[in-house]
T-cell receptor, first 111, second 116 residues
């Protein structure tokens, strides 16, 4: 199964952009790249997903490398509420509907 | 529109006992999946139900079982509890089993199980 690699932790200052990297060198052509985040004492929350093209929504942007072996989640202006664990997940559109979470990146936002 | 709700929020059991956790899916969602999240780790997929049938299972033993009801709510049952079963159990729903792989999952806040 294709796996993802993320840094264990990152820090950011409030109101500055944050770039959260994810490596997925064994990604297959049918894998979608999903990002979820988990705030303290809550269940995971969907952030964004994409296949090949960069994606934007109200929460974030997803930049996908041309070879799809890496991606970056971009929070344009970090707020204190963005402090969470961010998970990068590959989901095979042809397989079981399971999402294989890794340990994620714990983002700390400093005021 | 109500989101995914789970009950109970917290419970304590002893080794060897059985537990049932419940999940009400978001309105209009017919697919429910369950995850186990140990402290400090990411969630691990247990199984998924679509239209009342299990249609995907992770690496969990048979003492982890489930049900989905006609109203798409779901139960997770764990028999012969072990200390390592202590975890946060998360339920997630999505609108369609066929397109769920490409879409968004909606998670509840979880049921925290402690096994003594």
């Amino acid at each position: 199964d294709a796996k993802t690699t993320q840094p264990n932790s990152m820090e950011s200052n409030e109101e500055e952009p944050v770039h959260l990297p994810c490596n997925h060198s064994t990604i297959s052509g049918t894998d979608y790249i999903h990002w979820y985040r988990q705030l303290p004492s809550q269940g995971p929350e969907y952030v964004i997903h994409g296949l090949t093209s960069n994606v934007n929504n109200r929460m974030a942007s997803l930049a996908i490398a041309e070879d799809r072996k890496s991606s970056t989640l971009i929070l344009h202006r970090a707020t204190l509420r963005d402090a969470a664990v961010y998970y990068c997940i590959l989901r095979d559109s042809q397989g079981n509907n399971d999402m294989r979470f890794g340990a994620g990146t714990r983002l700390t936002v400093k005021p | 529109e109500t989101g995914v709700t789970q009950s109970p929020t917290h419970l304590i059991k002893t080794r060897g006992q059985q537990v049932t956790l419940r999940c009400s899916s978001q309105s209009g969602h017919n697919t429910v999946s369950w995850y186990q999240q140990a402290l400090g780790q990411g969630p691990q997929f247990i199984f998924q139900y679509y239209r009342e049938e299990e249609n995907g299972r992770g690496n969990f033993p048979p003492r982890f079982s489930g049900l989905q009801f006609p109203n798409y709510s779901s139960e997770l049952n764990v028999n012969a509890l072990e200390l390592d079963d202590s975890a946060l159990y998360l339920c997630a729903s999505s609108p369609s089993g066929l397109s769920a792989n490409t879409g968004e999952l909606f998670f509840g806040e979880g049921s925290r199980l402690t096994v003594l």
